[in-house]
């Protein structure tokens, strides 16, 4: 499975951004889906996942603010970001978690909120 993320830019405080991932490949091996961010200086952390069944959880900073979701085909994986802080500022990943354990990684993209 490939990923190729995309939707990452700069916003002001407050605005909104919204992250697609396109997967292509073996997407049927595909069990959940998530989105991951790294802060500069800070290890990389979960910021939402959704399973193919479309259940959802999402880390408690963005709770309120960010939706994940996929679509039907279960190839397109979209983080709706609204009510973007200074602190959401990070290189964002997308990731496919498959069957038999393989997982695979976006490339990345950056989300940058100025104050």
Do not use: H
């Amino acid at each position: 499975v490939q990923l190729q993320a995309s939707g990452g830019g700069l916003v002001q405080s407050g605005g909104s951004l919204r992250l697609s991932c396109q997967a292509s490949g073996s997407i049927w091996r595909i069990d959940f889906m998530a989105w991951y961010r790294r802060a500069p200086g800070k290890e990389r952390e979960l910021v939402a996942r959704i399973s193919k069944e479309g259940g959802t959880r999402y880390a408690d900073s963005v709770k309120g603010r960010f939706t994940i979701f996929r679509d039907n085909a279960g190839n397109t994986l979209t983080l709706q970001m609204n009510s973007l802080k200074p602190e959401d500022t990070a290189v964002y990943y997308c990731n496919a978690n498959q069957l038999f354990g393989a997982t695979s990684w976006g490339q990345g993209t950056l989300v940058t909120v100025s104050s």
